[in-house]
């Protein structure tokens, strides 16, 4: 038990998927997992573990932005011993090609800053996916025949950006899409030698401006989900 997880040792498995709403921990859980339990509801930050095709998972809620993953993410890894890390979430599409209800895996995740920016300190480290995790996330995405892309994202500080000159630079150099966690959970990952993927259903666009009806949401999201368990636990 830790100050923002209430599981018990034992509780978490070695992979953890990482939606930042608690919600959709709860629904991913539910809709995917066998005897899925809840093993942590500290401060509504839900988390449940169950198995999906025999294989013990976690689904743990990390709340939005890299701080508040930052927290999570230490604690599954530092007091829980988590080996797979894997964020789903949502994310704005940055390419006139990619599309909404795409699915993006991020190879690279770009940013301004992270919580780990005081560490590197003058570096400008790249965190990057795990390879095995990535082609095997492509492949089952091949498999279901999902429109998936694989590159840069962007992860941003703040959600309400006035900063149309970055999105303009981001656009032109090839950034897929922007969100909001995925560059620190790679951090981390590379700090404890645990292997990370992000995950992402493009929900919006900012170029074309189309959005996903909330609606509609939890049924596009769920693509991302099975290739997010199929990469952790290829046949």
């Known amino acids: 038990m830790t100050i923002h997880i209430g599981a018990k040792s034992g509780d978490i498995a070695p992979t953890v998927l990482m939606p930042g709403d608690p919600y959709r921990a709860k629904w991913a859980a539910e809709t995917f997992l066998d005897g ?3 093993v942590n509801d500290v401060r509504g930050m839900l988390g449940y573990t169950g198995t999906w095709h025999g294989n013990l998972v976690t689904i743990q809620g ?6 508040s993953l930052s927290i999570y993410a230490n604690e599954l890894i530092t007091e829980y011993n988590a080996q797979t890390l894997i964020r789903i979430g949502s994310c704005g599409g940055m390419q006139d090609h990619v599309g909404i ?3 993006i895996l991020a190879m690279t995740a ?3 800053s992270t919580p780990s920016r005081g560490i590197f300190k003058e570096l400008n480290f790249a965190p990057c996916a795990d390879y095995g995790l990535l082609t095997a996330a492509h492949a089952a995405a ?3 025949a999902v429109t998936t892309h694989v590159g840069g994202i962007y992860s941003a500080d703040v959600f309400y950006d006035e900063r149309p000159d970055l999105n303009e630079l981001m656009v032109r150099h090839g950034i897929l899409g922007v969100e909001m966690e995925a560059a620190e959970l790679y951090n981390l990952a590379h700090r404890h030698k645990r292997k990370a993927l992000a995950v992402l259903t493009v929900s919006d666009h900012l170029i074309t401006k189309e959005a ?3 609606q509609d949401r939890e049924s596009s999201f769920g693509d991302m ?5 199929a990469a952790a636990f290829p046949a």
């Open 101 to 103: 209800r795409d699915v």
């Open 36 to 38: 899925a339990r809840l």
């Open 110 to 112: 770009s940013n301004i």
């Open 212 to 214: 996903l009806p909330a």
């Open 225 to 229: 989900v099975e290739i997010a368990l």
């Open 62 to 67: 990390s709340g939005m932005g890299m701080p």
């Open 142 to 144: 091949t498999a279901k």
